[in-house]
C-alpha cells in the first residue's frame, strides 16, 4: 500500500528514518518563554549551569558507544489494560534483540510481569478497535481475530488461518469488517459465520463471449455449425450464472471491476456497511527507475544486491483514484477531483519561469490537472478515509503531487462528488505533520489540525459551517484524542516553550484550555478506556523515557517504573543548558543546546564543537531525552576534556512553526549555516572560545551541514566530520526532497545551489567522511562521488572511513566506536 508519504531525513539512534538527573533543576533554562524575546539580553548571557560537573567520572569512549543495554532498556509503546487500572508496555531483554510485553499494576511498586508468549493473544490489544456502544472490542494478533465482552471479559478467537487480516472494524450491527486482499470480510462474532461483503478485481469484466480475435476466427465461427453452438450454449450458461448472482443472495457477492493494470491503495467499509471507498492507483510492479546497492559482507561471501528506493530524478506523479462503490446497487461511481479549488493550478509557474530564463527559454504558464493521492500524517497512526459514525458521511485527505495543496474533502454520496471542506496552500510545501483529522462522535462536525496560521493548530468545522479555530498563538498542537462524549479534545502541545511538550485538553464547547501536566520535559500520553487518567511516556535532559500516571482528578503524576541501570544513574551528567541565541536574520532566536562547565578566571581560551541534528523534521535542543543519546554522552565527554559544546536548532528544525520549518526552500544550506555562524559568534563572545579552535561534524542532514559548510563558509571550522552524509540531493528519495526543492526537472536551480558536491573547490579545512556502505537511505554513492570529485579538484586534507556493515542508522558497538574515535581524533589533532 502507498500514500503520499512525506519521507524523514533523520537518523535516530536505533531507527534508519531520512526521522536528566531526574530532577527538573539539571538544565536551566534561559529566557523560557519564547513570545518575550528581548534580543539585547540574549546575546550576554552566559552559560550558569545549575549542576556541578564532575570531571573525575572518566568517561570513556569505549563506554559510551557501547550496547545501549548498560544504560537500561526504556519503556515503549505503552497502552492501557481495559479497566484502566494497570499498563502493557514492550521492554527491549537484556542481550538480544528481542523484545518482552510487561504487565504493571497501578499499585504495583515494580515494573511488572512479562506477560509470557502463551498470554499474549489475550492482552495484545494495543489497536485495538472498540463496537460502537463500547461493549465490545476486538484486535488482530499475528494475524488473527480475537473478540472480548468488556462486560463479562470473555475472550473469543475469530479467525485461525494464514490469511492475514488488516483494516479491522466494527459496523452499526455488531458485526466485524476486515480487509483481506481485494476483497472486504464481514464476521459475525456471535455465530462466527463470515461473508465476502465486497470485492474487487483489475481487470476486464468478463463477457459472454469473446469477439473474433481475427479473420480466421470469424470466419471459423461463422462456418462451422459446432463451434456457433458452443458458442450459443456458453452465451446460455455465461446469462444462467448472471441471473443466478443477482438472484440468489447466498452466493458470494459480485465483484467489482476496476482498471486493468492497477492496484489497490486503501479501501473503507462504510459503519452502516453500504458504501465502500477505494482509493487505487497504477500498478507498482519491479520499477526500471529503482536502484540497487551492492552489499559485500553476506553469509555465502558472495556479493549481493538488494533493491532500493528510486532517486528523486526518477520519481513520477501518480495519480490516486478515489471510487465510491454502493454495494447494494453493485455501481462504481469514480470521483473526480475536480471539484477541489486550485486542482488544476500551475502552482510551480514562477520556478519554472525562473529557470526557463537560466537556459534562454520562455515559459507558458499551463492549466493541466495536477497529480492528486492521499496524504496521511507521519506521527498519527490513521487512516485518509475517516467515515462519520452512522455512515452516511465520508472524508477524505488528499494532496498535490507538487506538495503545494492539501484539502480536506467529504463525498457528497447522493450526488456523488467531493465537497472540500477545508484546502492548505502552501508556497513552500505542506508539512507531512499536522494532517490529523476526524469527525466528531455524536454529530456531523469535522474536527482537523492546519498549519495555516503559521503553526499546527486545531480546527472544528460542521458540515456545512465555517471552521472555529479552538487552539492558537506561537506553538504547535499534535497527538489528537476526541472524549468519548465529544466534550474535550486532548493533545500534546509545546505551548510554554518550544522545547518542553506537556499534555492539555481543550472543552470544544467553551474553548478553554486546561494544562493536564507540568512535568517539564518531553511528555507523550495515552487517555484511559474510562476517561479519568492519562499513561505518561516522560523523559528529561539526562533522564530517559519511563512511564508515569497522571489522575485527572489529582495535581500531581505519579511514576510507575524505574527501568534506567544504576550504572548510569550513578554518572553525574552534565545537562545542557537550553539558550535562546540571537538571530541574525529572524527575530525568532535560535534554541540550542550549550554544553559547558563554568569559566575560572584567569582560564585560556577554550575549544569547541558544534553538533548539527539530522532534519526531515526533528528538534533536538528540547528538554526531553534525545534519540541522540550517544552522542549527549559523547559531548559529556568533550565537556570533560575542555570542550565547549553547541547543538543548535537552526532553521528546518521541528517545533517553531512553519516558517522556520520552510526557511530552506530552494535553498538548503543556506539559512542554517547562517545560524550555525551566529552560533560560533555567541560561544566566542559568551563562553569563552577561541574563534579559531571550532570544529563541527553531524550525521544525515548534518553531514549535508559539515559538507556545505567547510566548502561554502571555511572561516567557520577548522576541521568537520560528517557522516553518512548527502552529497548530492537529486540522489536523495522523492517524499523528502521534493517538498524543499521540487524535481530536478523542474528546478535544477534549487539542485544545484543546494547540492554540496557543486561546492567542493572550497574545501579548505580537514574533513573526515564517515560512510556506511548498506545504507539504503543515503545512498554510499553520495560519498563514491563527492571523494571522486574531491580527487580531480586535487584536494589533500580530506580522508575517507568506510563501515561495510552499517546502513544509515548504525548498529555494532564496534561501528559506533570506530566512527567516534575518529571524530574525536580529528577534533583533538586540529583543533
Excluded at 148 to 158: D, E, I, M, P, Y
Excluded at 378 to 395: E, H, L, P, T, Y
Excluded at 711 to 718: C, E, K
Amino acid at each position: 500500500m502507498r500514500h503520499f508519504k512525506r519521507c524523514a531525513l533523520v537518523v535516530g539512534m536505533t531507527s534508519m528514518l531520512l526521522a536528566c538527573a531526574a530532577t527538573e533543576s539539571s538544565t536551566t533554562l534561559l529566557n523560557p518563554t519564547p513570545q518575550t524575546n528581548n534580543q539585547s539580553t540574549l546575546a550576554t548571557q552566559t552559560i550558569q549551569s545549575s549542576q556541578v560537573f564532575v570531571a573525575e567520572q572518566g568517561l570513556t569512549i569505549e563506554q559510551i558507544m557501547a550496547d545501549p543495554d548498560w544504560i537500561g532498556n526504556a519503556p515503549e509503546q505503552a497502552y492501557w489494560s481495559d479497566d484502566s487500572q494497570q499498563v502493557f508496555y514492550q521492554r527491549k531483554q537484556q542481550g538480544t534483540p528481542l523484545s518482552d510485553l510487561w504487565l504493571k499494576s497501578l499499585s504495583d511498586s515494580s515494573n511488572g510481569q512479562i506477560v509470557t508468549l502463551s498470554e499474549q493473544h489475550n492482552v495484545a490489544y494495543k489497536n485495538r478497535v472498540l463496537s460502537f456502544d463500547k461493549k465490545f472490542s476486538a484486535w488482530v494478533y499475528e494475524g488473527n481475530i480475537f473478540y472480548k465482552n468488556l462486560a463479562t471479559g470473555s475472550l473469543k478467537q475469530l479467525t485461525q488461518d494464514s490469511n492475514k487480516a488488516y483494516n479491522l472494524r466494527f459496523l452499526l450491527d455488531g458485526k466485524l469488517s476486515f480487509q483481506s486482499g481485494d476483497s472486504i470480510m464481514v464476521l459475525d462474532p456471535e455465530n462466527g459465520f463470515r461473508e465476502q461483503r465486497v470485492s474487487w478485481k483489475f481487470a476486464d469484466e468478463p463477457k459472454a463471449l469473446e469477439a473474433p480475435k481475427d479473420y480466421i476466427a470469424e470466419q471459423q465461427q461463422r462456418l462451422i455449425q459446432v463451434i456457433a453452438k458452443k458458442r450459443a450454449d456458453q452465451a446460455l450458461r455465461f446469462e444462467q450464472q448472471q441471473q443466478l448472482q443477482k438472484q440468489n443472495s447466498s452466493l458470494t457477492a459480485q465483484a467489482f471491476y476496476l482498471p486493468k493494470g492497477h492496484q489497490t491503495v486503501t479501501a473503507r467499509l462504510s459503519p452502516n456497511g453500504q458504501w465502500l471507498l477505494l482509493v487505487e492507483e497504477v500498478e507498482n510492479k519491479t520499477r526500471s527507475d529503482n536502484d540497487i546497492m551492492p552489499n559485500y559482507i553476506n553469509e555465502d561471501g558472495r556479493i549481493k544486491t538488494d533493491n532500493v528506493r528510486q532517486r528523486v530524478a526518477d520519481g513520477k506523479p501518480v495519480e490516486q483514484t478515489l471510487w465510491l462503490l454502493d454495494l447494494a446497487g453493485h455501481k462504481a461511481q469514480q470521483l473526480p477531483y475536480t471539484a477541489l479549488p486550485g486542482y488544476n493550478e500551475d502552482v510551480l509557474a514562477a520556478v519554472k519561469r525562473e529557470n526557463a530564463v537560466v537556459k534562454g527559454e520562455t515559459y507558458q504558464e499551463n492549466r493541466l490537472p495536477r497529480t492528486i493521492g492521499l496524504i496521511d500524517d507521519w506521527r498519527w497512526s490513521q487512516s485518509a478515509i475517516q467515515w462519520n459514525s452512522q455512515g452516511d458521511k465520508v472524508a477524505v485527505m488528499v494532496a498535490a503531487f507538487d506538495n503545494k495543496d492539501r484539502w480536506l474533502t467529504t463525498v457528497d454520496i447522493k450526488e456523488q462528488k467531493l465537497l472540500t471542506q477545508h484546502r492548505l496552500h502552501d508556497d513552500a510545501w505542506v508539512n507531512y505533520q499536522f494532517n490529523g483529522f476526524g469527525w466528531l462522535n455524536n454529530s456531523d462536525s469535522l474536527y482537523y489540525l492546519s498549519e495555516e496560521t503559521g503553526y499546527g493548530h486545531l480546527y472544528l468545522k460542521s458540515y456545512t459551517g465555517k471552521a472555529k479555530a479552538l487552539t492558537k498563538g506561537k506553538f504547535e498542537v499534535d497527538s489528537l484524542t476526541l472524549s468519548a462524549d465529544d466534550q474535550f479534545m486532548y493533545f500534546q502541545a509545546n505551548k510554554k516553550h518550544p522545547g518542553i511538550y506537556e499534555i492539555y485538553r481543550v472543552n470544544l464547547a467553551s474553548g478553554d484550555i486546561e494544562a493536564l501536566t507540568d512535568l517539564n520535559g518531553m511528555t507523550e500520553y495515552v487517555l484511559s478506556p474510562d476517561e479519568q487518567s492519562l499513561l505518561l511516556t516522560h523523559s528529561k535532559v539526562t533522564m530517559p523515557p519511563e512511564l508515569y500516571v497522571k489522575a485527572l482528578a489529582k495535581p500531581v503524576a505519579e511514576q510507575l517504573t524505574h527501568t534506567v541501570s544504576e550504572a548510569f544513574l550513578a554518572i553525574n551528567w552534565l545537562a545542557p543548558d537550553i539558550v535562546p541565541i540571537k538571530s541574525s536574520h529572524t527575530d525568532q532566536p535560535i534554541y540550542s543546546r550549550v554544553y559547558a562547565t563554568p569559566m575560572t578566571e584567569g582560564e585560556a581560551k577554550r575549544r569547541a564543537v558544534v553538533f548539527t541534528h539530522g532534519a526531515g523534521y526533528l528538534q533536538n535542543s528540547h528538554l526531553g531525552w534525545s534519540a541522540y543519546f550517544r552522542e549527549f554522552m559523547f559531548h559529556n565527554f568533550l565537556v570533560q576534556q575542555g570542550y565547549v559544546v553547541l547543538d543548535m536548532d537552526y532553521r528546518a528544525s521541528a517545533g517553531y512553526g512553519r516558517d522556520w520549518r520552510t526557511a530552506i526552500y530552494r535553498h538548503m544550506g543556506k539559512p542554517e549555516i547562517e545560524d550555525l555562524r551566529d552560533g560560533v559568534n555567541w560561544l566566542v563572545a559568551n563562553t569563552g572560545v577561541d574563534a579559531a579552535k571550532i570544529g563541527t561534524y553531524g550525521g544525515s542532514y548534518g553531514g549535508f551541514m559539515t559538507f556545505m559548510a567547510l566548502f561554502t563558509a571555511p572561516d567557520l571550522f577548522q576541521a568537520g566530520a560528517a557522516l553518512r552524509p548527502v552529497s548530492d540531493w537529486a540522489h536523495y528519495n522523492y517524499g523528502y526532497t521534493s517538498n524543499i526543492l521540487n524535481t530536478p526537472d523542474v528546478d535544477p536551480i534549487a539542485y544545484e545551489r543546494s547540492s554540496p558536491i557543486y561546492f567542493a573547490e572550497g574545501l579548505e579545512k580537514p574533513l573526515l567522511i564517515n560512510a556506511p556502505m548498506v545504507d539504503n537511505n543515503v545512498f554510499f554513492v553520495d560519498t563514491v562521488r563527492l571523494v571522486q570529485r574531491l580527487i580531480e579538484l586535487e584536494k589533500v586534507d580530506f580522508e575517507t572511513a568506510i563501515f561495510p556493515v552499517e546502513s544509515h542508522g548504525f548498529v555494532q558497538p564496534s561501528s559506533w566506536l570506530d566512527e567516534y574515535r575518529r571524530i574525536y581524533k580529528l577534533f583533538e589533532t586540529n583543533l
